[in-house]
């Protein structure tokens, strides 16, 4: 692909992650995206299939960096741990502190892919199929790390606990402004800072609650 084409595609992506994000999918035509990308619609089934593997295109992209700094989070936390597990604060902040960092840092770039995020996340149309095709061998890989961090917990407790892990963080991504509102403007659902200092030690005690022994 030569560079003019390769430039192309990469503006037909953003475009579409704008809009996928802003619109959802059934609300977005490809000629709106390719005008957005300032294109001829024709190139848009020169560079994907469909509509839907754009949809997905626009998924991959980012997701494959997202996983990779996440598994390499992980790494620098176990290899830290040689002799003992690591702590389960350590393992939530490897799998939300890379993904909160880049949106914190370089928020224009990130914000409707991980508005987008959110918005597949909660889908009963998108989300059980594209989280897991996107996202699931890493989340098998954190939740295997917990499962060593904390070994008397059932796979219910477990399973649960990362599931409002989940929840938190792709409401946090989606910064509709309710904190805002909320708090009177104490926070702001834009900051991701306060977020990633706040949500693993918030979480980890989720987690250790519910995987508490019972009495």
């Not at 890493?138 to 219910?156: G, M, N, Q, T």
Request: charged share 25%.
């Amino acid at each position: 692909m030569s560079p003019k084409a390769q430039q192309t595609r990469q503006r037909i992506l953003d475009a579409a992650e704008q809009l996928f994000a802003r619109e959802g999918f059934s609300g977005v035509t490809v000629r709106q995206i390719m005008k957005k990308a300032e294109a001829d619609v024709a190139l848009a089934y020169y560079h994907f299939d469909s509509k839907r593997d754009l949809f997905d295109a626009v998924l991959l992209r980012r997701a494959e960096k997202l996983n990779a700094l996440r598994d390499k989070a992980l790494d620098e936390v176990e290899s830290r741990h040689q002799d003992d597990a690591p702590s389960v604060e350590e393992i939530i902040s490897a799998f939300t502190t890379p993904l909160l960092k880049l949106l914190a840092e370089d928020h224009e770039k990130w914000r409707h892919y991980f508005a987008l995020i959110a918005q597949v996340n909660s889908s009963t149309e998108w989300g059980g199929e594209l989280m897991t095709r996107y996202f699931d061998p890493l989340v098998k890989r954190f939740i295997a790390a917990l499962r060593r961090a904390l070994p008397d917990c059932s796979d219910e407790e477990l399973y649960w606990s990362y599931h409002f892990l989940s929840g938190a963080l792709t409401l946090s991504f989606a910064e509709t402004g309710r904190i805002d509102n909320l708090s009177g403007g104490v926070c702001q659902s834009s900051d991701m800072a306060s977020v990633s200092e706040r949500m693993p030690k918030f979480i980890a005690a989720g987690f250790e609650a519910l995987c508490a022994p019972k009495s």
